[in-house]
């Protein structure tokens, strides 16, 4: 069965600090890792999809990288800012009973200080 | 263009009753997943809809839970006799390929 794990789970910054988030999954046998951004009371905003077969994505300030066969994952916020406060959650896409199904880390609770 | 819809966006109701929660998808996506997310918890996948496919239940906690997809459009996931530990949110997504798109979820409260 696929865990995700995700370190830390909270995070505090003063802004303008670059960051890294981290994620590991057990089952290197993926399809893709995503990394969503969480804000209250909205639902889930997809930032990057990384294929299997990636290295890393960018968007603007965000870069995330993949190691499958360590099972890991990274997310790099650079120049943060206040607004990049949200929880950050961590997915793999695997193949389970038939179906592609998405396995969620608990999330890194991000905080960039004015 | 419209995103993935739920409703209602919050609902609190008492132990042992009935519930019906509500997912609009995005219009043209065939799959259609419903997942719950407790109060510190990661989120769970419930159950998976592909096109006029079986649909995959592995998910489901239980026997109480059931969920029905019209076609392409609209999904219903249904909670019998509610208990609270089934107090979450429960998110829908919908995909076209791989990337999924999440509604805003319906946050459940039982009494």
């Known amino acids: 069965k696929q865990e995700v794990t995700q370190i830390p789970a909270a995070l505090s910054v003063p802004e303008g600090e670059n960051l890294v988030l981290n994620c590991s999954f057990t089952?290197?046998?993926?399809?893709?890792l995503q990394w969503f951004r969480q804000d209250p009371g909205k639902g889930l905003t997809s930032l990057l999809l990384?294929?299997?077969?990636?290295r890393e994505q960018t968007s603007g300030r965000l870069n995330a990288s993949l190691d499958k066969s360590s099972g890991r994952s990274t997310l790099y916020i650079a120049a943060s800012q206040p607004g990049d406060s949200a929880t950050y959650l961590c997915?793999?896409?695997?193949?389970?009973?038939?179906?592609?199904?998405?396995?969620f880390g608990k999330g890194t609770k991000l905080s960039v200080i004015p | 263009g419209a995103g993935v819809s739920q409703s209602p966006s919050n609902k609190v109701t008492e132990k042992g009753k009935d519930v019906e929660l509500r997912c609009d998808p995005i219009?043209?996506?065939?799959?259609l997943y419903w997942y719950r997310q407790r109060l510190g918890q990661g989120l769970e996948f419930l159950i998976y809809?592909?096109?006029?496919?079986?649909?995959?239940k592995s998910g489901l906690p239980s026997d109480r839970f059931s969920a029905e997809r019209t076609g392409e459009s609209v999904s219903t996931l249904t909670i019998q006799r509610t208990q609270q530990e089934d107090s979450a949110v429960y998110l829908c997504?919908?995909?076209?390929?791989?990337?999924?798109?999440f509604g805003p979820g319906t946050r459940l409260t039982v009494l």
């Open positions: 089952d290197s046998a993926i399809y893709n």
């Open positions: 809809f592909q096109g006029n496919s079986a649909p995959d």
């Open positions: 990384i294929q299997s077969s990636q």
């Open positions: 219009s043209g996506h065939t799959a």
């Open positions: 997915a793999v896409l695997s193949s389970g009973a038939g179906s592609y199904q998405l396995t």
């Open positions: 997504a919908s995909s076209l390929f791989y990337t999924q798109y």
